[in-house]
């Protein structure tokens, strides 16, 4: 897990005065811990609302929907599915019966068409079966169809706000103290390795 | 309740459920400490965001006696500013609890008000603006509480010592000549009794006390500062740039109210760091914040008394000398009603509050309210237009590795160009675009990416680093009839009587709209950009939180509330250090223009104190 910078590293690397110090952020260990549990991987999943086997065809929609790749694990290691379980708890009835109702018509469909439920489909199964469901994924008309559209939206929500989503996945590299940010290199009169393009010619600048 | 109606306990969050019983403790001591009896001061500032912190801080380090009344509470910025926090920190990775929630968009428009009363928000026991997030939650307000009625008005207030300034938008832009003389450019209402000339040597003082970042450009729509190290622009945006100076447009780092090279003599503040989590509140204290940038220091000097939990209602009269005496405050906790006296009051409430608290302090000289003899209270009120925004994808960056694209105070902001030198057909005034593009930390455009699977994982990597969008400010004229009143019956949790506003949008505002959406989209056409979205609705009124003008200033007190100084015309010997005086408010933010015209104000008024004149 990559870790949030302490009150110590962060000192270090201003060089902060003692003054400084009482106005740096406080970082709670329990919080940390928290959070920690509930995304390792290996640790057994305590769903709040869901039952093991809706848990278990959920975890199989979000992995279908963000895989795991040769870049990085998907949704299921993720812990997207234990994020939507806690959202479901704290949302109100509606909610909960909104997705308890899109699972179980997931999984009839599963059922009807392959003789299975969704959390035993092979790959190309539960490829097909998404691939029928997010048809008209701009106006959704069908439950199911509807039914992907929460899915996909949630588990964007759950994995790219997750560790592996930020850190693995996009490699996002913000949120760190820096000396100076330094943005495209034209702006300092370099040719500009990321996106190819010259710096405009100096006496074409203003000064 | 929540909880009642499910019977679930929340999860225990640590990180989001701070543990505020030390500051809350600290200001009930602090508040039961100072009663009226605890004087004498010289000056009541009401406030304490950055109109009452400038006001408090140029007072108190000219040696003035100072009463600093804030509605909230004190702030522990250590523990509540949680810059650097990764949602992954939190269970509900940056949700709300269970029992607390934001209002949505369409529920501005769609809700009766008072919002709070809505039967679809029952079972939350906090209701706040749009504004209220993770970071934001514990200074914004119950709208349960502090309840609106009228027309529509996403109206965002803060109450805990800094006000809006702990997670303001840092844009820190200022007004020119286009600004303070627009009516005798257009022909439209009324100048300013003051010009840019006036105002100029301000913003210079305030760049140099606060620190601004920013580049020298010479446009006159937007002049340029004293500025500190500027930001720079990411790969996607200097395409734009490229694109657009094809157009006579410009598109410029954004002006940041950031130190980026430290300031002098503050010892509660450090310079930037780039890490780019300002609008949480800058526990470098780089980003201005009213409490470290200015409150702490004034406290510091000696002159300075702060009381938190203090709910002014009105400004006393005394009739026999036409002067205010003081004000009247209710502890926000121990409603204990108390009548605080100075030989001044600095109203710094914030523009809407402000004229709130005016329209509020009746007595028979002045009826309907204090400053109100020219009937101009509550009215003229203006805001920034706003909801127009387009994106798209760069081609330079599609398919690249990601930089560090947003470690930076602000993104880069497209200047006014509309009647600047041109006059556009349909619409007077003018508008301006902010944005940015590049690597964020959350993909939101990944629910426009269609499909599932390794083939949409991967799309959204390609696009992720290639994102440019902007939105835009517009100019809403300011109209007699666009205003707020007091509303006869209904009344906040303290009993004070709440606005009623009556505000729209106007002909102007939807022709300038149109124009906004389709410049935009010439824009990112120019840039080559792929998968243009433009959205062409504008958002409720009140959302730029940009509020000016309800107590507009002017040399007739006929048609205007207070004189060129901000001092009311009714009453000599109560100013207003906010947006309340502005006469427009142009396209630009407004904290900057506040600062500099509180400290004209503040300067103005040191003087008639050294020379007793009041």
Redesign the interface.
Known sequence: MKK??SRRVALK??G??V??A?????L?E???Q??VS??QTAATPQP?VLSASQYAALDSLVE????A?E?SP?AREARVSD?ID??L?????ALRQQWLDGLAAMDAEAVARFGMPVAKLPAERL?QL?TDA?RN??QPQTALERF?VLT??AT???Y????IG?HK????????????????L???GQD?P????KPVPSSDRKL | MFQASTGRQPAADPTLTLDLSAITAESRKQADLITPRSGPWDVIVVGSGAAGGMAAFQLATAGIKVLLLEAGRMIDVPKEYRTMEWPYQSLRRHRLPPDERPLAIAEYNFVDRPYGNDPRFANYKKLTSYAGNAFTHNWVVNEKEHPTTGTPYAWVRARVLGGKTNFWGRGALRYGPLQFKAATLDGFDVDWPIGYEDVAPYYDQVDRLLGCSGTMEGLQQVPDGVFQRPTKLNCVEVSFKRAIAKMGRHFIPGRAGVTTDGVLHNKYRSRCMARGRCGRGCDLNAAFHSPTALIYPARDTGHLTIRPYSIVSEVLLDEGTNKASGVRVMDMATREVMDFRARVVVLGAGCLDTTRILLNSKSSPYPTGLGNTSDALGRYLSEHLMGIRGSGFIPTRIGTEPTIDDARPVGPYVPRFRNVTDKHPDFIRGYHFQGGGGAGEYPGFATTIPGFGKAFKSNVRKFYPALLSLGGFGEVLPVKDNRVTLDPQVKDAWGVPVLKFDFKFGDNERKMARDMADSLEEMLRAAGAEDIRITREVLPEGWSIHEVGTARMGNDPKTSVTDKFCRLHDVPNVYLADASPFVSGGTQNTTWSILAMCWRTMDFLKEEIRAGRV
């Open positions: 949030p910078v690397s201003l902060a005065s003054g400084a009482a106005l740096l952020p406080w709670s329990e919080g940390v928290a959070f509930i995304q709040r279908a929907i963000i895989p790749d870049r998907g994020y806690l959202l708890d704290e949302g109100d009835e490829d998404l997010s994924e701009q992907f996909k939206q964007i929500a759950g790219y706000t997750s560790e930020i996945d996009l490699r996002y590299k913000g949120n760190q103290v820096l000396a100076v940010f330094h943005g495209c034209t702006e300092d500009c990321h996106c190819g393009q």
